[in-house]
């Protein structure tokens, strides 16, 4: 007989990544708001990734900096699986003018950057903020 935990863990699973992308689309509508993230370096040394990851951080670089600064995905640290989940809530918003294959080649640039650099570097990367922390910085900022 199963426990109603093994049945409830992909619910809790669920609700955790609902907040984590309310959190990041959140980061993305800035709206003048600072966060911790955009003060860090606003470059990625890509000089030792593959070619094709090169030409990809080029097209984040091109899309990624029209809404926020670079700074600040540069320096948030997470999962891949939230960075695909942010990409898709991206894709969605026309006025980004972010396409499937942009947001694809983006995904990959984040995702191979999160475990060959943040992983193995965390010092200075932030977690993407909760919603509570993104209140407290609007608070602050007046925004």
Known sequence: MRSNLNKRAPMAGLCALVVMVVALWAMGQGGGL???????????????YPSNIQEY????????????????????????VYWANYLGTAI???EYGLT????DQIYQ????????RKSKHPKGLY?????????????????
């Open 34 to 48: 600072v966060l911790p993230q955009d003060k860090g370096p606003d470059k990625v040394d890509i000089s030792a």
């Open 109 to 116: 640039f984040l995702a191979l950057d999160q475990v060959l």
């Open 127 to 143: 977690p993407a903020l909760t919603e509570d922390e993104l209140q407290a910085l609007r608070q602050q900022q007046g925004k």
């Open 57 to 80: 951080y080029k097209v984040y670089e091109r899309q990624c900096g029209k809404c926020h600064t670079l700074a600040r995905s540069i320096n948030t640290s997470m999962p891949a």
């Open 92 to 94: 969605k918003k026309p």
């Open 100 to 103: 499937l294959a942009e947001a």
